[in-house]
C-alpha cells in the first residue's frame, strides 16, 4: 500500500519561480491537508479539503493555492517563490469519525528557495 | 481556538529510564488530543489519542499518556527509554468541528536517548 505519495521530494526554486507540489492518496480518504514544518515552529496548516470540492485556509496561506483535483489528489502551488517560503512540506490525509484524529502522512517535500 | 504547549523543545534522558514529554493544551471545548512521533526524514504517525473515553490512553511502543482536566494537561510517558524512542513528538488537538475537522499541532520536543 503506497498511502499518501508527495512528488517532488526535494526542489529548489529561485525567487520567483512557480512549482507545484503534487500529493495523492490511495485509502479512500475525504480530507487532505498540506502543512508545513519549520525547525522551532511545529506543523502549521496552509490548507485543507474536508471532502472533494471543497477547499478552505489554514493557519498560514498566503503565497500559496490549493486544487483538489479529485477524492485522491490534492496539490499545493506556489505562484512566485519567496525566501520565507523554505521549507518542508507536508500532505496528510484522514477518515473522521471512528478514526478521529488519525491523520496519514506522507515523507514530505523539501522545498529550498533562493 | 484550540492550541497546545509543548513545556521543552528538546529532552535527554538515559536508556532504560522514565520518558516525560509534556503537553499543555487550550481549548473552548472538550478537547480530543493526540500525540505523533516523526522519525528522522519521515512524515508523522500517530503515537495515541483521547477523544473522551478512558483518562489514561496506552498506545504503541509502550508510550501512554493521561488526560488531566484539572492541569489542562495530556502528559506523554514511558517507562523505560530505548535507543529507538529517539525522535521528535508532537501534541495536537482537534478543533471538533465534525465533518470539517483539522489538528493545531504543538512545536514539537525532540527526544534524545543517551546510552
Known amino acids: 500500500n503506497a498511502g499518501v505519495t508527495q512528488t517532488p521530494k526535494f526542489q529548489v526554486l529561485k525567487t520567483g519561480q512557480s512549482m507545484t507540489l503534487q500529493c495523492a492518496q490511495d485509502?479512500?480518504?475525504?480530507?487532505m491537508y498540506w502543512y508545513r514544518q519549520d525547525p522551532g515552529m511545529g506543523l502549521r496548516l496552509i490548507y485543507y479539503?474536508?471532502?472533494?470540492?471543497?477547499?478552505d485556509k489554514g493557519e498560514v496561506p498566503n503565497g500559496y493555492n490549493v486544487s483538489r483535483l479529485n477524492k485522491r489528489e490534492f496539490s499545493l502551488r506556489l505562484e512566485s517563490a519567496a525566501p520565507s517560503q523554505t521549507s518542508v512540506y507536508f500532505c496528510?490525509?484522514?477518515?473522521?469519525?471512528?478514526?478521529?484524529?488519525?491523520?496519514?502522512f506522507g515523507e514530505g517535500s523539501r522545498l529550498t528557495v533562493l | 481556538a484550540q492550541s497546545v504547549t509543548q513545556l521543552g523543545s528538546h529532552v535527554s534522558v538515559s536508556e532504560g529510564a522514565l520518558v516525560l514529554l509534556r503537553c499543555n493544551y487550550s481549548s473552548s471545548v472538550p478537547p480530543y488530543l493526540f500525540w505523533y512521533v516523526q522519525y528522522p526524514n519521515q512524515g508523522l504517525q500517530l503515537l495515541l489519542k483521547y477523544t473522551s473515553a478512558a483518562t489514561l490512553v496506552k498506545g504503541i511502543n509502550g508510550f501512554e499518556a493521561e488526560f488531566k482536566k484539572s492541569e489542562t494537561s495530556f502528559h506523554l510517558t514511558k517507562p523505560s527509554a530505548h535507543m529507538s524512542d529517539a525522535a521528535e513528538y508532537f501534541c495536537a488537538v482537534s478543533d471538533r468541528n465534525f465533518g470539517n475537522e483539522k489538528l493545531t499541532f504543538g512545536t514539537g520536543t525532540r527526544l534524545t536517548i543517551i546510552p
Open positions: 485509502m479512500n480518504h475525504n480530507s
Open positions: 479539503s474536508a471532502s472533494e470540492g471543497t477547499t
Open positions: 496528510a490525509s484522514s477518515v473522521w469519525g471512528l478514526n478521529t484524529g488519525e491523520l496519514f
